[in-house]
Nanobody, 116 residues
């Protein structure tokens, strides 16, 4: 099982980026798809998540600027980020929750850097 996150980069404040997370290896019955982010020395925080019932949850700091979506047929998760701010700078990770052991999978991170 592999979660491959990509799409990060260096952008200026106000610009947009779209992150993708390609999931391979035969994961089935994903219940929750999520993006987290982490800056050095701090915990990994939830950015956004979406359930199979299409219920979306966003961190207050990104509401109205970020949109999470998924393509179940392609087994790919997306995070559209708009109006980026320097405080959005972090390593972004994707995660999925499944009903059977090991119950969750993490992808490797992709760096997003927003310059002022």
């Amino acid at each position: 099982v592999q979660l491959q996150a990509y799409g990060g980069g260096l952008v200026q404040a106000g610009e947009s980026l779209r992150l993708s997370c390609a999931i391979s290896g035969g994961i089935s019955n994903i219940a929750v798809w999520a993006w987290y982010r982490q800056v050095p020395g701090k915990q990994r925080d939830l950015v956004a998540q979406i359930t199979t019932g299409e219920r979306e949850v966003y961190a207050d700091s990104v509401k109205g600027r970020f949109t999470i979506s998924r393509d179940s047929l392609k087994n790919t998760l997306y995070l559209q980020m708009s109006s980026l701010k320097p405080k959005d700078t972090a390593v972004y990770y994707c995660k999925v929750l499944v009903p059977k052991y090991p119950f969750l999978y993490w992808g490797q991170g992709t760096q997003v850097t927003v310059s002022s």
